[in-house]
């Protein structure tokens, strides 16, 4: 198992493969649809019926590559290997997805998400992997998901800077706005994964367990009631999330009457970097769970409040973005890091470490929530008339603020429920770590 003394320079060198990858989220978010449904003319349902299609795919590629990450075993490393797999194939699909040629079609559409999203689990999969089994120690696991989602953020940060700056200055359009990310998401990523590769230490495998048995797999994850919480709570909290991100280009433009989203996500995400080490300290004094409860708590308030936001209310607007920017690194940071605590129940039992295979199921049921609620809602828009091009009728904005702000809100709202039976504290997660040493002791005394 790693080192729990893992020295911070190697922490920071890890995280920096973070940063290209956290630029990927917020222009799928809310470029996405505006690029191909209103610039390039596929319809807005079209695209979301495709968004939600094309994340079937994650239910084949996510555990299968998870399982391979765990189980193939090169002498680089078994989570190394797929650094250079990977970024090849997302370098790839961002190309085709960022920098769609004039006339594309929804066939091209649906090729060109499934690649991008296949590359990126090729990358992200082994990368969250490979994190969780740095340190077996509960605090320094925290620190490890802080920093690299502190750097993820950073990326996300330097996604709204490129749009704000190319808007302030030509008035880009959002294929302009994409294609600028897309090569910047390109260069670095070979960039950031040489750093890694290079200098970051991959704990040595466990022993190999016999062949791989899919019915044993689904009942450790489901036998795992920490996780299957967690991974519930997840699905649910990312449902209502993609609900909003969906619509902000819509609701700020058409009911807001702000043209320029890129400043206000600039406030969004500096505010959630300067707090991510916030609920990490949060954390450790009050479990990881009710520090992830506080922080959905404060969204789903936020979301709600949104409703009462009017033409013209922009300072509102910004307030309740930045209000809830601030709980954005422990919406994030703190489930990663609990999923890497629930591995250790697994591990206590069969000394095995899976953590490929359970980063891959929590991966495939949160992008579940973020695909069905970033189609579910482009569809509800179209069912109603919305016009992506610009809406000026009532009804339809009426219907545009209710989907951006109540269906978030009662989501996030059930899953901060989900995560008050959570169980696997602090003190709990000392006691397996402790089982986990005597049975390796007693198997390594047995083999001598």
Known sequence: MGDPRVKFR???????LAFPI????????????????????????????????????????DP????????????????RVRLIIGSLTLGGGIYMLFCPPPGVNAVYFVVAVSFAYFGLTTVRLPYTAWAAELSPDYHIRTKISSTTQFFGISGLLASTLIPTYLIAQYGASPAEIMRAIGWTIIVLLPIM?????????????????????????AKVLASNGAFVRLSLAGLVAGLG???????????????????????VYFFYFSAGLIFVPVWAWLAKRIEKHRALILSLLIVAATNGLMYFVSHGDIAAFYTLFIIKGLCFGGVVVLPYAMIADTVDVDTADTLD??????????????KLGTAVGAGLPLILLAVVGYNAAGETDPDALHALALIYSFFPAVFVLIAAFMVRGYSLTEARQRELRSEIAQKQSALSNSQT
């Open 64 to 79: 299968l590559i998870g399982i391979i990450s765990d189980r193939w075993r090169p002498s680089i490393g078994r989570r």
């Open 193 to 217: 994964s040489t750093i890694v590769f290079f200098s970051v230490p991959e704990p040595e495998a466990p022993p190999k367990s016999k062949s791989f048995d899919f019915k044993i797999a």
């Open 10 to 16: 190697t922490i920071l060198a890890f995280g920096t």
């Open 22 to 61: 956290g630029m990927i989220a917020l222009p799928v978010a809310i470029y996405l649809a505006p690029l191909y449904s209103g610039n390039l003319g596929i319809g807005l349902g079209v695209v979301g019926a495709a968004l939600i299609a094309t994340r079937l795919l994650d239910f084949v590629t």
């Open 353 to 366: 470490r899976q953590q490929g295979l359970f980063y891959s199921v929590e991966a495939m049921v949160q």
């Open 241 to 263: 999330e993609a609900f909003r991100q969906s619509t902000t280009v819509f609701f700020a433009r058409d009911v807001v009457g702000l043209e320029n989203i890129g400043q």
